[in-house]
C-alpha cells in the first residue's frame, strides 16, 4: 500500500471504528507531565507531545501479573495451562517502545518460545506515531539506535499538522486502514514534505552517549572493577523501579496461589527486578550479587553488554524513564559515559 | 495450546526414603508411558501444586529409564512439601533441563569425582553412568566429605562402591563423632597424595561455593587442565528455559548454559563463585 494521510478531523473516527472490533490502549495524561497507556473511550489523546508513558507499552504483552497454569489437585492432579490473549492495537507508540517490543520478541521466541508472550503478541497491531521533537531531557534514543525505526509496527504516522503522514507496513496494517479509516493517498509535496521533517530532525536529537553504541559491550567487559559501581552502590537504594519501568526488562517471579478450596488453584509470574536485594539468592542463603552496586553492574550489563551481545543490538532504548523515575537521581546516561571515560583512562595509563 | 513451556507434566511418587534428619531421596515415574532420557548432571523442576517449582538434579542413574530418584533437602518452601509426599502422591515435573556433564568428552580419561555435601546427589548418577560403562574409563577416584558422619548421604551404595577394586574411594567428615573411624578434615586434603596423569584426567567437582574455591586451588597445584576441571552450579530458577532471569550469571545462564561449565569458562565470570 503506498503512503497515504489520515487527516487529524478523522482521527477520532478511525479510532472509534477501530474499538468495535478491538480493545484499544492509547496514550492518556494521568496527570499534569504524566502520560500513561489506558484503554482508549473516547479519542482525544495528546499523540503530538507525550512525554514517554510512566509505565511502556509492555504491560499489554507481558502484563505485570499474569496466570501461566490452573490446577485442580484432586482427585488427581489436572494442570490447564493458560494463556490469555485478545485483538488489540496499541495506538501512538513511539520508535523507543516499538524497539522495545522488537526486543522482548527476540528474547521470548529464542531457544524457548514463551506462548504467553508470542499468543498475545500475535494479536496485536502497533500504530506508531514518529518523533520530530525529542519529547524531554531525558530522551537518548538517538544514542543508542532507536530514534529511527524500520520494523516492528503494523502502521507508523508522522504529524504534518493537519494530518499524518501514514505509511503502512504489513498486511494486518493495510487491512485495518481500508477498514476502518478515511484517508487520501499522499501526493508527491507530501512526501517531500514529510521528508524534510525527517530530515531536520536528525539535528534535533543529540547523541548523548560519548561512543557509537556498538562500542558499547566491549566497555562494560572491561567495568567489572569500575569505581562506578562503588559510586552507585552508596547512592542506589535497590527499589527496582528502573527496572520496573523499563521497556526491556523481563525477568519475572513465579508463584503459586491456592483457591480457599485448598485443592485447586493457579501458578502465575509477576514482573521481578534484577536490582531488588533477593533476586541472585539461592537456596542455602548465598547472595550472588549481595550489593546494590553489583546488581546495578549486573542491570547495565544486561542493558549494553550480555543481551547487546547475544543479539546484536542495545537493550537500551533510549527512553530515559530510569533516568526520570530513579530516586535518587541515577541517570543512565551520565552512567554509560563514565564507564567510557574511566575506560578511556585506564587506557592512558 | 497445551505446548506452554511452564506446563508440567505429572509424575507419581513411587517410594521415599530419609536419608540423614535434612535429606530424603524420592523415586518417581512419569504418568505418561515413555522412556525419561536424560544426561548424568541434567535438572528437573518440580512442582507441589499450590506450594511452587524447585530446580532439582537428578540423582539416579540415566540407564533406570523407569523412574527418576531425586535426593531433596529441606531447605525452603517446595523442598520442605516435597519431605512431606508420601507413595502414591502426585507431583509436576518439568526436564530434563539443561545439559549435563560432557561425558563424550570424557571417554577414555581418569575421572576424579570430588562431592562435598549434598553435591553428591548430581554426581552419584554420573558415578552410576560411569560404573555401568566403567570399561569406557581409566582410574576413577571419588572423593566425598561431608560435615559430620549423620550427613554422609547414600551410605549403603558408598559400602558397595568401596568393596569394588576397579576403583578408588576416599570419604572425610569435617567433624567427626566418637563412632567416626574415618579421616576427618576438610575434603581438600584427600587431593595432594593422589597420583594425577593431569592431561588424562577429568576433575567433576560438585558442592557448595565455599569449596570451589579450595578445591580449584588444589587442582591447580595438581596442573589439571582448566577445560578438564568441570562444575555444576546451584542457582534459583523460575523458568529453567532462559527467561526469568534469576540463574543469569555474568552473561550466561546456568539452566541453558549449565548447571555444569569448566573452570575455563568460570575463571571469567565474576558472580559464579
Known amino acids: ?349 | 495450546m497445551n505446548n506452554s513451556i511452564f506446563l508440567p507434566e505429572i509424575a507419581e511418587v513411587i517410594s521415599t526414603r530419609q536419608l540423614t534428619a535434612m535429606e530424603k531421596y524420592i523415586e518417581l515415574k512419569i504418568k505418561e508411558t515413555r522412556e525419561f532420557n536424560f544426561n548424568p548432571g541434567q535438572f528437573i523442576q518440580l512442582s507441589v501444586f499450590g506450594i511452587g517449582e524447585a530446580p532439582i538434579s537428578i540423582s539416579s542413574s540415566p540407564f533406570n529409564k523407569d523412574t527418576i530418584g531425586l535426593c531433596v533437602r529441606k531447605v525452603g518452601d517446595v523442598t520442605s512439601a516435597i519431605h512431606k509426599l508420601e507413595a502414591g502422591s502426585y507431583i509436576g515435573i518439568r526436564g530434563p533441563l539443561g545439559n549435563g556433564f560432557p561425558v563424550e568428552k570424557m571417554k577414555g580419561k581418569s575421572l576424579l569425582f570430588i562431592a562435598g555435601g549434598l553435591g553428591i546427589a548430581p554426581l552419584r548418577s554420573l558415578i552410576n553412568y560411569v560404573l555401568e560403562r566403567r570399561d569406557d574409563f581409566a582410574k576413577i577416584t571419588i572423593l566425598y566429605g561431608a560435615k559430620n558422619p549423620g550427613e554422609i548421604l547414600f551410605t549403603n551404595e558408598l559400602e558397595l562402591w568401596k568393596k569394588r577394586k576397579d576403583i578408588a574411594i576416599d570419604i572425610t567428615v569435617d567433624k567427626p563423632d566418637d563412632n567416626w573411624s574415618g579421616k576427618s578434615g576438610v575434603i581438600t586434603r584427600l587431593i595432594p597424595p593422589l597420583d594425577l596423569e593431569p592431561t588424562n584426567t577429568y576433575a567433576l567437582v560438585v558442592g557448595p561455593p565455599v569449596m570451589y574455591k579450595y578445591v580449584l586451588l588444589e587442582l591447580q597445584i595438581k596442573q589439571i587442565p582448566e577445560d578438564n576441571i568441570i562444575m555444576s552450579l546451584e542457582r534459583r530458577m523460575k523458568c529453567g528455559v532462559g527467561k526469568c532471569g534469576h540463574c543469569q550469571i555474568n552473561g550466561v545462564y546456568v539452566c541453558m548454559d549449565g548447571p555444569e561449565f569448566s573452570y575455563h569458562k568460570l575463571k571469567f565470570l565474576s558472580e559464579a563463585i
Not at chain 1, 201 to 230: Q, Y
Not at chain 1, 284 to 291: A, I, K, L, P
Not at chain 1, 308 to 320: D, I, L
Open chain 1, 1 to 349: 500500500m503506498n503512503d497515504i494521510l489520515i487527516f487529524k478531523e478523522y482521527i477520532g473516527t478511525f479510532c472509534n471504528n477501530l474499538k468495535e472490533a478491538f480493545t484499544v490502549y492509547g496514550v492518556k495524561q494521568k496527570e499534569e507531565g504524566f502520560y500513561v497507556f489506558d484503554e482508549i473511550d473516547e479519542f482525544s489523546d495528546p499523540l503530538k507531545d507525550y512525554k514517554p508513558t510512566i509505565l511502556p507499552p509492555k504491560k499489554y504483552l507481558f502484563p505485570q501479573q499474569e496466570t501461566l497454569l490452573r490446577f485442580d489437585t484432586q482427585p488427581y492432579p489436572d494442570i490447564k495451562p493458560v494463556i490469555e490473549s485478545w485483538k488489540q492495537i496499541l495506538f501512538g507508540v513511539r520508535p523507543c517502545d516499538i524497539h522495545g517490543i522488537s526486543l522482548l520478541d527476540k528474547i521470548f521466541t529464542t531457544d524457548h518460545e514463551d506462548k504467553n508472550y508470542t499468543q498475545k503478541r500475535a494479536e496485536t497491531i502497533i500504530i506508531g506515531i514518529d518523533c520530530l521533537e525529542p519529547c524531554y531531557e531525558h530522551a537518548h534514543c538517538a544514542s543508542v539506535g532507536c530514534l529511527n525505526v524500520d520494523d516492528g509496527y503494523d502502521i507508523m504516522m508522522t504529524d504534518l499538522g493537519d494530518s499524518f503522514y501514514t505509511s503502512v507496513k504489513t498486511l494486518q496494517g493495510e487491512e485495518i486502514i481500508r477498514k476502518y479509516s478515511e484517508y487520501t493517498e499522499a501526493c508527491k509535496e507530501d512526501r517531500e514534505r514529510f521528508l524534510r521533517l525527517k530530515n531536520e530532525r536528525e539535528n534535533k536529537f543529540e547523541n548523548k552517549i560519548k561512543t557509537d553504541v556498538s562500542n558499547l559491550p566491549l566497555f562494560f567487559k572491561n567495568a567489572d572493577n569500575d569505581p562506578v559501581w562503588d559510586e552507585l552502590n552508596d547512592r542506589c537504594l535497590g527499589c527496582g523501579r528502573c527496572n520496573i519501568v523499563c521497556p526491556t526488562c523481563y525477568c519475572f517471579d513465579v508463584y503459586d496461589c491456592m483457591d480457599l478450596n485448598m485443592t485447586s488453584g493457579e501458578r502465575c509470574r509477576e514482573w521481578d527486578a534484577c536490582t531488588l536485594k533477593d533476586f541472585a539468592v539461592v537456596a542455602t542463603g548465598e547472595n550472588f550479587r549481595s550489593t546494590r552496586g553489583q546488581r546495578l553492574r549486573h542491570r547495565f550489563n544486561r542493558k549494553f553488554n550480555y543481551l547487546m551481545t547475544k543479539y546484536n543490538a542495545s537493550f537500551c532504548v533510549g527512553c530515559g524513564r530510569c533516568t526520570r523515575s530513579c530516586p535518587v537521581n541515577i541517570d543512565v546516561v551520565e552512567t554509560v559515559n563514565a564507564v567510557i571515560k574511566n575506560n578511556r583512562n585506564r587506557e592512558d595509563e
